[in-house]
């Protein structure tokens, strides 16, 4: 049986110690690491995260709010946790703020326990879960029905949400009929959904392999 994984993370760090830290704290999930802004740009063309965690000081002089906006431009539904012991609190409070913002600042030092705590939050809740959030609250304003198309994407998108915090972390593949009775669709439906999360590299391949199949 394959190792499955809770979720991955794109960690833009050059620090070998910060590293080696991440890599015990963040066992459970796919890492990708790098060491500049640049080759964080480069995986980002290759494959698009859950997750990002960004040094400010980075190798080759580079420094991480300078790529904040360049990689909210290429994956802005990717939450953006920035990590830093030399940010003053002007500069942390800027990372927060406007368009490009990341969701989180935590210092160095890091909190361990933190750190798991906003890892966690910002998968379940940041990125995909504000995008479903801010397209039902458009519905709303827009008095958008039931019927039209716009309504039925979001639910869409909403219900892939859910999934995607049902089946992560787990190393069984799921079961098509159960989760069709859970969120009240058909199976062709449910279907349809995983293959869309392992299209976007949202879900480990091995739990639905199917998809493959379906293009």
């Known amino acids: 049986m394959s190792e499955s994984f809770a ?5 833009v760090e050059d620090d070998p110690q910060q590293l080696r830290l991440y890599a015990q704290v963040l066992g459970a999930y796919r890492l990708t690491c790098v060491s500049t802004g640049t080759a964080a740009l480069r995986a980002l063309a290759e494959r698009v ?6 040094d400010h000081v980075l190798a080759q002089g580079e420094l991480g709010l300078t790529f904040l906006p360049r990689l909210k431009e290429v994956a802005a539904h990717v939450p953006i946790i920035v990590i830093s012991g030399t940010l003053e609190i002007r500069d942390g409070l ?3 703020q406007g368009p490009d913002a990341a969701h989180y600042v935590i ?3 890091v909190d361990i326990e933190q750190l798991e705590q906003t890892v966690q939050t910002a998968l379940n809740e940041c990125g995909f879960g504000e995008t479903v959030r801010a ?3 458009l519905e709303r304003a827009e008095l958008i029905e039931d019927s039209d198309r716009e309504r039925l994407f ?3 998108l909403a219900r892939q949400h859910e999934l995607l915090k049902r089946l ?5 593949k799921p079961n098509i009929s159960d989760l069709a009775g859970a969120f009240h669709v058909d199976r062709k439906t449910i279907r349809r959904d995983l293959h869309d ?3 976007r590299g949202q879900l480990d391949p091995a739990l639905y392999p199917n998809s493959a199949n379906e293009d």
């Open 168 to 172: 992560r972390g787990t190393d069984e």
């Open 154 to 156: 979001t639910e869409r």
């Open 135 to 137: 397209l039902r609250s």
């Open 7 to 11: 979720g991955s993370i794109l960690i």
């Open 107 to 109: 210092d160095k030092p």
């Open 197 to 199: 999360l392992v299209q």
């Open 49 to 54: 995260p859950d997750l990002i965690l960004l």
């Open 94 to 96: 800027r990372a927060l």
